[in-house]
């Protein structure tokens, strides 16, 4: 889902200063919540470590191809929900994609607003999502492929939707745009399809595993009703 250097270019890109200022306060806020009903500090810290590194492999390791506006990567944004919480998930997927600009990417720095705001503001949707999605009675390890489905179909609807605000906000309305586009939204299908079924999979080996999946490593609503 990284934009690409020339699709937003000039003053407009400001506009992705404000937009990335407003998922980082989002972040504060989800990390605030961590702290008061998640395992406090130490958690939310080992945690954010964790999903850092995670988000970091995610987008260096796991394969991942250049497609019309963007390119296409299995980022797990549900599955990083549901394991380590909302707000460890939305610090190590900024952090993550800052570091792998850093050392990786420098020509994707300019665009990191643009990206970061493209990952968390679709985070942010599927945290109160799954709030209304999951009954407070159910713990995260009984989530069903239904509501897997549900949660990332939204996240990946929601970086599909970015990534085509930022092309149409900076290329216009043009054929050939438009069809890059379509192109990308096309291709990310496969994620939507394939990560549901990677959500049920790591969640039932966090249950059959529950001896090693408790503690400050994982989010509390894994094995406990909210």
């Known amino acids: 889902m990284h934009i690409e250097p020339d699709v937003v270019a000039g003053a407009k890109i400001f506009l992705s200063y404000a937009t990335a200022a407003g998922a980082f306060a989002l972040t504060v806020k989800l990390a605030r919540d961590s702290l008061r009903d998640n395992g406090g500090l130490l958690a939310l810290a080992l945690r954010s470590l964790l999903?850092?590194?995670?988000?970091?492999?995610?987008?260096?390791?796991?394969?991942?191809?250049?497609?019309?506006?963007?390119?296409?990567?299995?980022?797990?944004?549900?599955?990083?929900?549901?394991?380590?919480?909302?707000?460890?998930?939305?610090?190590?997927?900024?952090?993550?994609?800052?570091?792998?600009?850093?050392?990786?990417?420098q020509f994707d720095l300019p665009q990191y607003g643009m990206n970061v705001t493209t990952l968390l503001l679709p985070l942010w949707a599927i945290h109160l999502l799954a709030k209304r999605l999951i009954p407070a009675r159910t713990a995260y390890v009984d989530t069903s492929y239904k509501q897997a489905l549900a949660l990332s179909t939204a996240y990946q609807g929601g970086i599909v939707a970015w990534v085509a605000f930022w092309a149409v906000y900076g290329n216009g309305f043009s054929s050939e745009n438009l069809a890059s586009v379509g192109s990308f939204g096309l291709a990310y299908m496969s994620v939507i399809l394939l990560e549901p079924l990677i959500d049920l999979g790591v969640l039932a080996a966090a249950k059959a595993l529950s001896r090693y999946s408790q503690g400050p490593l994982f989010n509390v609503r894994l094995h406990q009703p909210a």
Not at 61 to 90: D, M, R, Y
């Open 51 to 105: 999903t850092t590194a995670l988000v970091f492999c995610f987008f260096e390791v796991l394969p991942h191809h250049p497609v019309g506006v963007s390119e296409v990567h299995l980022i797990l944004g549900s599955t990083l929900l549901l394991l380590f919480g909302a707000g460890a998930a939305a610090i190590g997927l900024a952090a993550g994609l800052l570091l792998q600009g850093l050392f990786f990417a």
